[in-house]
């Protein structure tokens, strides 16, 4: 399956845990988007990332949230001392990169986040 | 900043008529335009895209109609079928920054 890989798909934390998303972005793809779906809302953008870069991370919150996209290996989105109001659908999607004016996303099928 | 709007939350049609789903934005920079469509507990899976030189454009039975100087778009299934039940999200972008605005999403059930 050459698509954009999310795991885990189902993630369940207590208050004050740390949440870790995984995201491997389609065969060929150097940019990675995270964007959030809260119930009943669309999907919020929260941060874009190429290899070892932070492009914009406009929509991440201030505290407690973090990505990164390293050299090898999937990109990361960390959420540490999780709370009840971060339980959503978490969405990464890749892109081929620059040079490649209007291409659309391609999503993965998404991590739920529940937190108890 | 709700820079994207899908005013109609759901939507229900019979197969084999038209589905019309509606969409505004308010950033005139917007340039390029998206539409997804989404089953629960799956990720949005791209239908079609038009950029702003153009007014419309076809795929099959999906086509994507923008007015500019309306600020709106809408994408137009026809006929519409049962298995186009799903959540229709449209997303705008605006240069070469491919960073998305999506709007709220309109449920779509078509009855058979």
């Known amino acids: 399956n050459a698509g954009v890989m999310q795991n885990p798909r189902h993630l369940v934390r207590r208050r004050g845990q740390e949440a870790r998303l995984r995201c491997s972005p389609m065969?060929?793809?150097?940019?990675v988007y995270w964007y959030r779906q809260l119930p009943e809302e669309g999907l919020k953008f929260m941060v874009y990332?190429?290899?070892?870069?932070?492009?914009?991370e406009s929509g991440m919150p201030k505290e407690r949230f973090s990505a990164e996209f390293p050299k090898e290996g999937p990109s990361i989105l960390r959420i540490q001392q999780v709370v009840r109001g971060d339980s959503a659908a978490y969405f990464c999607?890749?892109?081929?990169?620059?040079?490649?004016?209007?291409?659309?996303?391609?999503f993965g099928n998404g991590t739920r986040l529940t937190v108890t | 900043d709700q820079q994207v709007k899908q005013n109609s939350p759901s939507l229900s049609v019979q197969e084999g008529r038209i589905s019309i789903l509606n969409c505004d934005y308010t950033?005139?920079?917007?340039?390029?335009f998206l539409w997804y469509k989404k089953y629960p507990a799956e990720g949005p899976t791209f239908l079609i895209s038009?950029?702003?030189?153009?007014d419309k454009n076809e795929d099959g039975r999906f086509t994507v109609f923008l007015n500019k100087s309306a600020k709106h778009l809408s994408l137009h299934i026809v006929p519409s079928q049962p298995g186009d039940s799903a959540v229709y999200f449209c997303?705008?972008?605006?240069?070469?920054?491919?960073?998305?605005?999506f709007g709220s999403g309109t449920k779509l059930n078509v009855k058979p």
């Open positions: 999607a890749s892109s081929p990169g620059e040079g490649l004016v209007n291409s659309p996303l391609h």
């Open positions: 065969k060929g793809h150097s940019h």
């Open positions: 990332l190429q290899k070892e870069n932070i492009i914009d």
């Open positions: 950033n005139s920079m917007f340039d390029y």
């Open positions: 038009i950029s702003s030189i153009k």
């Open positions: 997303a705008a972008s605006e240069g070469n920054f491919n960073k998305f605005y």
